[in-house]
């Protein structure tokens, strides 16, 4: 890991150049993908020399593993909000527009992990089969104690976790293609225009008949 984050007491600069090649590094990460990416980008982007960015991290794995680990923690979070006491329906439509505002707020982390899905998720398996796993077990066990007391409709509650993320980070990994296609007048409120939309979406879908 990095040799900069494990130390105790790091002095203002060093956590300031820590920041910025982190910083650094998702921008260089969410762009080319962690294959397409070498530590010279990250060092240029930085305005760092090699040497220098070698005295904070080893290696271009151990950047990206840190990235990793904190985007896991942000992306958990929104989740981790799903309320078991809440009104079952305004609990789940609150869940779609955080994770559309994170699509909003956190683009480059969202390119940043789909990179990494896409090439299979070498780097961070264990994360998805640890934190993640257990978070979405008890989350969709939550689902489907609403479906059984029928409080939403019967659905796969795992496919619902799917489709709620595919059409939220869709308007962040594709934001190019929703800029093109939109009419420009839709274009600036497309994030307030797409959470009306789900939200009305969802609460036709999850509605109990």
């Known amino acids: 890991m990095a040799k900069a984050s494990e130390a105790k007491g790091k002095t203002r600069i060093q956590m300031e ?23 010279d980008q990250v060092a240029q ?21 840190e990235l990793i ?13 799903l309320n078991p006491e809440g009104e079952p329906i305004d609990e789940i ?5 955080r994770k559309l505002e994170m699509a909003r707020d956190y683009p480059r982390e969202s ?6 899905i896409l090439q299979g998720a070498p780097r961070i398996k264990s994360l998805i089969a640890g934190p993640l796993k257990t978070l979405v077990d008890d ?7 609403w479906m059984d007391a029928g409080k939403i409709a019967q659905m796969d ?33 497309r994030f307030e225009d797409a959470a009306k939309y789900l ?3 969802f609460r036709k879908v999850l509605a109990p008949s």
């Open 17 to 39: 150049k820590t920041e910025k090649i982190l910083a650094a590094a998702l921008d260089v990460f969410s762009t080319y993908g962690f294959r397409g990416s070498t530590i």
């Open 139 to 145: 989350k969709t066990a939550v689902i489907q104690s």
């Open 45 to 65: 982007q930085a305005g760092l020399s090699k040497p220098n960015l070698f005295y904070y991290y080893d290696s271009k794995d151990d950047i990206h593993a």
């Open 157 to 189: 509650p795992y496919h619902l976790l799917f489709s709620i993320w595919s059409t939220t980070q869709h308007y962040a990994d594709f934001d190019s293609q929703v800029l093109a296609l939109l009419p420009p007048v839709k274009s600036d409120r």
């Open 111 to 116: 390119h940043l992990f789909a990179n990494e």
């Open 199 to 201: 939200d009305h979406m």
């Open 93 to 97: 439509c609150s869940y779609v527009k």
């Open 69 to 81: 680990e904190r985007l896991l923690s942000v992306w958990l979070d929104p989740l981790h909000q």
